[in-house]
């Protein structure tokens, strides 16, 4: 992304920022303490706090994490357990086939010879789809 500021509220923001960040440090710097020595203990102090601050938001990220693909896992489990609609009219197309065959089947006299009753139920069309296109 380029770094062309596209409206004001963003400039200001930007300037915001830079201007707690500098604070930050011109506070750090002016609390640290003259010597060479005490100053790396100081700023060393910061590193460690800082340090600790990371691994806690780090620990936080992966609790956060782990909850999301929990409920990602649930989403998918429950979505897992409803019928799709084209599943749904395939078995209702298949249920419909298999009760006209059964009928055709049971209108034939005698068994495999057919009649004028088993021919117009083989003739029956198809019902029209219910849930899809």
């Known amino acids: 992304?380029?770094?062309?500021?596209?409206?004001?509220?963003?400039?200001?923001?930007?300037?915001?920022?830079?201007?707690?960040s500098a604070m930050y440090t011109l506070l750090a710097d002016s609390t640290a303490p003259r010597d060479p020595r005490g100053r790396g203990d100081h700023f060393r102090k910061h590193l460690v706090d800082a340090h600790?601050?990371?691994?806690?938001l780090q620990l936080r990220i992966k609790e956060v994490e782990a909850e999301r693909d929990a409920?990602?896992?649930?989403?998918?489990?429950?979505?897992?357990?409803?019928?799709?609609?084209?599943?749904?009219?395939?078995?209702?197309?298949?249920?419909?086939?298999?009760?006209?065959?059964?009928?055709?089947?049971?209108?034939?006299?005698?068994p495999g010879a057919t009649t004028s009753m088993s021919h117009a139920i083989d003739c029956i069309p198809d019902p029209k789809p219910k849930w899809t296109k």
């Open 1 to 20: 992304m380029s770094r062309r500021i596209r409206t004001a509220e963003e400039s200001a923001r930007r300037e915001t920022a830079a201007a707690k």
């Open 52 to 56: 600790r601050t990371i691994e806690i």
């Open 71 to 110: 409920a990602k896992a649930d989403k998918d489990y429950t979505l897992s357990l409803c019928v799709t609609r084209t599943v749904a009219e395939e078995a209702r197309l298949a249920a419909f086939r298999l009760a006209r065959g059964k009928a055709s089947l049971l209108a034939e006299w005698p």
